[in-house]
């Protein structure tokens, strides 16, 4: 009996943290971010940014541009070893490569919105410049401990990365007015949370069902646990329609629209629109609240329909599809991986976390980072096991380090690094990036301890000068018996 | 007889061109053997830095996308 008992304690668990992973403010960042990652894989084209990553690149043209295609291009791992592979070979070199490598995770849109989504937007913001700036360092680093090996270039044409193009006025279009859905829906200000109007439909059993809803999936809100809403229970429903007609209308979408097409496009933003509002169940039905929010969401849900019909159909056909890819590749398995990560929180002691990485030490810092390491999480699952970390009591700074090793270095990434640099570099770089990683959690956790800027800015000086200090000491002793 | 090879490390993208690649074959009625090619080295050997491939008889005629089957006879009737 105490089996049985404990089982059903785990998979409510389960259930509970899926349930507040599907509440409104999480749909309403990672829908949008979905289509915007799709219109960047498909719209944008990549010779936009790949012919500043040419073998004659100057340095401060080169890194920046490694950086902007890691989270332009790189949402799809159909991009990212190819144009990992092809920069390291044909073009710029070792350094950029690595830069694309590093950045590509943490700084592609759709890691980006589901993190500040869960984590709040002040951490997905450090994790952004934390990433960019130790992405480049990590990048210039091993281009000189390994400048011999760059000499070693395919001697081939630059034809690859001649190739110009531009990003069309529909495209930008496209992309600017998603991205304010993104902010729209997400942005916590009066404007956007304030009640216009309210309309209570006569739905006598709203508030039956909020009991029953309550009672199938039991939290604990000291704890952190949301329970799930009516307004939860309509967002779930509407998602399971959206991905039966997705099935049907996108599957083959390269080769036309069908009915099922825009049934799915329409329940979409039906589905964003109803997470805008605010549903309360009432003894006489379910109130509406318009808020100001669901205005705003629909309004610039307007305006990427007005971009979109300028899109050429050979451009929003890719564009879907790349949407729908995304949705399957990526949601069936975070929906399954926020499943357990609620059972395993069930399980974990809160003592445990805070006694190991509860404050910002060197050594809860080292954890973290190998923790990330030796884990293999898929695309954003990383992020709910963050924020289980989190609600157990981990502190922010160890947080920062474990997030920024864990999609950095996984068993996948290594292997495919390794097939094309080779094992030397390969080690070098996690190396590189667990110490990278230590270092920029102690200074985020400082930081959030409120520890004065400047010593910030004098451990980041400190930390960079002894790496440097050292690096120098290795390359003279690797060159020393060369000259002897 | 076409010679058509399928450039891609076995994600989403490259699957879907191999089915349109084929659907596109037999409704033209043309003759061809696919040959799926994973491997990295023999990938970059092509000029591309984004899959999925398609090359019909050694030529690599996209990248990157998946075409429709329309482009695709054209391309077989082509080359």
Partial sequence: MADMDTFLHLMNGGAGNLAAYLAAHVLLCLLPAFFIAGAMAALIPKASITRWLGRSAPYRVSYPAAATAGSLLAVCSCTIVPLFAGVYKKGAGLGPAITFLFFAPAGNVLALAYTGGILGAEFAFARLVLSLLFGIGIGMLMAMLFWRDDDTHDQQTDALFAEQARIGPATTGVLLSLVAVLIAGTLKVSLLTTTVGALTLPLPWAEAWQATLFQWVPFDAAKGEEGVSVQGSLLIILLLLIGLSAWKGLENIVEGANRWTWIALGLTAATLLIAAMRLTPRADGLEFALTGRALAVGLTLWAVLHHARQLESDGWRAWLWESWRFVKQIFALLVVGVFIVGVIRQLIQPEWIQNLAGSNTLLANAVAVVFGVFMYFPTLVEVPVARMFLDLGMHRGPLLAYLMADPELSLQSILMVAAVIGRRKTFTYIGLVAVFSTAAGLLYGAWVDGMNPVWIAIGLAVFLGSLAALLAWTLGRRTAPAHA | ?79
């Fill in chain 2, 1 to 79: 007889m076409k010679t058509v090879k399928i450039l891609g490390s076995g994600c989403a993208n490259c699957k879907k061109l191999e089915a349109v690649a084929r659907e596109a074959a037999t409704s033209a009625g043309i003759e061809a053997e696919f040959l799926k090619v994973t491997d990295m080295k023999a990938i970059l050997a092509y000029d591309m830095l984004s899959t999925p491939g398609l090359v019909i008889d050694e030529k690599l005629v996209s990248s990157g996308r998946i075409p429709t089957q329309a482009e695709i006879r054209q391309w077989m009737v082509v080359s």
